[in-house]
């Protein structure tokens, strides 16, 4: 008895030790880059075999291999945090504003710019000095801005084009949130069961796709007025923010919003997958079609409402972190995301072949057989943070012009008076903590509508005063005041 | 037999302890009922005790989608069994060291113990450590070691019964008979331990079976290694976890995924072992609780 | 001689140390190791620098906690419960206890199998069963209690006057069985003779509970609260993370400390403020352990557990 114990035991931990041998094991000779980056949408099935393909080519061109942590969005924040708060192998993670402030407070990135000098002069030749600028932070080059879509066409909604044919609805009138308003009437009259609308991105408010002012990094004192004036002001008690919160309320009371909004655990396009929702919120910009139905499956019928609108440091960046173990070969991965349309197009799409086709006009589909629910890999809506997007092949539902279409695209629209500036918030981390948190607490329920701003909204207001507004607002003015002045006007 | 009075008050006795037990069960009937909806019914229902169409969807994707799913369920069975294995040796010697009189430095090696019940260096800290100096993130180990596998509160709970419930005598007998500490430790103490084994067994596995936060915190990478709560955590948070690990072809249909009735389908096979086992143990339990507790 | 002596000591004891060794071990990485990491709250975090090269912050960390009404929210939100819980908790599992000593012998069997049962649920699970019940889409309250009685849903996970309530019930639900089992256990042993005396002095039940049971309890009952005090700054992180899924609006009801620390330090990556909460919540707590220490061993020296 006592031996049979005994030996079971032995032969669970064999099992054990097995399984940890087995992750030791994988570490070659080369040097291995581990690769974070966010997925919106679920997780690929064949990662490894794209990162076998990715590597085959790397190893021979600048002497390294890859490891990439593809992480859900809902937990990539947390997982970058802990991430960086240990002496943990990162080498090279690719972070939003949110990210990268966190990050640069506690000096987790490493300054680039002499790697970047002697390894990256495609990012240079690509780029271009200008570009490269928003990753600077008091002229320290911190970051690697994507080269994708800057300017963002707010107020953009998803909607599912089979529901619209049903019920005659003509969407090509829609200007205004009052037009959105009929729209979702029609829809909730005739499917009572149906979500009428929903956010994009789980634990986000839909605001961040409704803006129409400057945030500044990070919505505590913004530039009103799509940022056409330098004065630092409180959005909170703007016109426009105050607008959008009584849309959200009139909505959520009507019963467009579902009730558990505000604890919802999908994101948007995988509740118009799952076939009851027939809307989310958006940012417009060429290509979006694409994009977003390749994440859904399902035809949509897209209408901006807001201005397209670009506004400072809202990019997505390539960064090195204090952690990494071969910063070269980072700098050196990352000049391929801006030069090599192999590797590019392997993140994007996957293997050619398996994962897409190519037409004969140039761009890609579907190989025979398989579609968006059954592909074992296809990135497509994270294509615009890969890097070089322009380089990556065009999928076939958008104009195989679409990238020269975006260039366009990132011309047209109102630019911020303050683009270009980087706000650090390390004079006032005391008061942001404090009034972060009281943002936090009041955030969801009050942007999706369920708190009736009438009321809430000067509560908000009364407590992030007293949590130091006033002074992050003024710490801001002050930096931004310099900076224009450094730029001379 | 009974006086009147005491059939009253055991007729209330019966009444308030049939009401507790019915709001034990109620809230798992309504998980058990609800994971055999259909799930249209569902979002459109609700949540109900008689729904008005049952369905075995949820179960019969459970089946289709199994590799993930019987993965983790066999991660849960290895972290335990093997958690609890190692953390009851570990725990039990400990604990029979400290129980011992004479022993020099008896009284700080106690209070080393007690005192991790009371100050704890917190998440941030322990996390750096376990990744940063020993290397556990993304392996089985980060399932096993931190924070489960010895507690202090265990610790004490089995001191004290080696204190109070094994004589001496007996130990002295033993020695004297020529057995070394080790074979009296292990021919002598521990059978007469063993309803606090088996109870110390219990609280471990029930730690181990629930334990969701290591997974979230140490594997980020490997979610192969995923135990059945962490892929229930994981799922609030993406239900479409599971249908993208689904292996291309073999079931693809993801617009006819039933997740409301998959999560609680989940959530019922994740209780199953724990309420199958406990009968066999329940009166080990019970004596257990009470022998540590009321003279820790 | 005086060597032969000390050698036969130490072989005497030594395996003792060797049974005690991995245990200790274990403690010092798992327990000890990571306080060194409390030094974090006196210092502006650097990943640059590490540990001990950032530079030192002073209270800097501290009046960030400080700072806003978080540091009494948390405090006042994990005191209150974990009061509630001592207090309602072992006036239901006391009262338990004595019914099921009453019952018939079998019939205390089965009930006690079903009311531990919640007690093996994890925390995970049981947030499915509350949403379950909650939710405003599809709850079971909202959609069949609420309905049937012609009331308006209501919004549970955006109203935080109610979460006192729920947290309450849900940790009742779940702990309850189990501290009825302990107090059980000890009801059972109690001396027969006791019981029979007083039968014949013609008491009733509820004087023989009133008398007898409730006093010879009272080492048990204490101990078990002295445990409880013992991790009165302390929550259980799964019922106050889990249960509220983490809904904003609530926070004033439901954000305890531990809470706080996983928040700031996971979503606003702050570690410095993380540990400065950390460190805050075992000193207190330390202080409130030895407070009430102190306390029980004048009024039952032998239940002072220190």
Redesign the interface.
Known sequence: MKKKALAMLMAICTMAAGMSVNVSAETGDTDKLVVALRITGTTPADVSEVQDKMNEILRDKIGAEVELLIIPSGSYKQQMTLMLSGDEKLDVMGCNSGIYTTALASEALKPLDDLLAEYGQGIVDAEGEAQLEQGQVDGVQYGIPVMCDTAVGYGTFGMRTDILEKYNIDVSDVHSYDDMTEVFKIVHENEPDMTVIAPTTVGYSPMQYCVEWDKLGDYFGVLEDHGQTTTVTNLFESDAYRNYLDVMHNWYESGYFSKDVTTATEAGSSLMKGGNLFCYFNANKPGIKTQEENSCGLDLTFVQVLDTFTQTSNNWQWTIPENCEYPEKAMQFINELYTDPDIINLLCYGIDGEHYVENEDGTITYPEGVDATTVGYNMAPNVWAVGNEFLAKVWDTNDPDVWEQTQEWNKSGIVSKAYGFFYDNINVTTEMAAVQSVYDEYRMSLECGVLDPETALPEMNEKMYAAGLQNIIDEKQAQLDKWLESKGE | MY?K??KG??AF??I???L??I???V??V??VI?SFTDNTT????????IPEKFSLDAYAYLLKSGKLIMKAYGMSF?VT??GV?VSLT??T??A???S?PG??GKKI?TF???F??????????????Y????HI?????AL????L??R?YY?MLMRSYFQTSIPEEILEAASIDGA???QT?YKVSIPMAKPIIATVALFSM?LY?????NGL?YL???TD?FTI?NL??RM??????L???????QT????S?P??AV??AI?VI??LP??IT??FI?NN???G??LG??K? | MEKTKKKSKVRRYLPFYLMALPGLVYLFINNYMPMGGLILAFKNYSARKGIWGSNWAGLKNFKFLFATQDAWTITRNTLCYNIAFIILGTILSVTIAILLSEVKAKAAKFYQSFILLPHLISWVIISYLVFAFLSAESGFINNTILAALGKEGINWYSEAKYWPVIIVLVYLWQSTGYTSIVYYASVVGFDKGYYEAAELEGAGPWQKIRYITLPLLRPVIITMVMLSVGRIFYSDFGLFYQIPMNSGTIYSTTNVIDTYVYRGLLQQGNIGMSAAAGLYQSVVGFIIVLIANGIVRKIDKDSAFI
Request: net charge positive; hydrophobic share 55%.
């Open positions: 006086s009075k005491t008050f055991l006795a019966n308030f302890l049939a507790d037990v709001c034990c069960i809230p798992l309504l998980l609800s569902l979002i459109r229902n609700g949540y109900q005790f290895v069994g093997l294995a570990v725990t010697m400990l029979y060291a400290i011992r022993i020099p090696l080393f113990v007690f991790t019940m009371l100050f704890n260096g917190g998440l941030v800290p322990t996390y750096m450590m990744t940063g100096v020993f993130k993304n392996t089985i180990w096993l070691i931190p924070n596998l010895v202090a610790v070394s500490e080790f430790f029930i079976w629930n334990d969701w936060q915190y980020t990478t490997r290694l709560q229930l955590n609030i948070q993406e239900i479409q976890f249908s993208s690990n689904i292996a291309v072809g693809a249909d993801v617009a995924l997740s409301t999560r609680m959530a994740g209780i724990i309420a406990y009968p329940q339990f019970a004596k609780i009470t507790a009321v820790g």
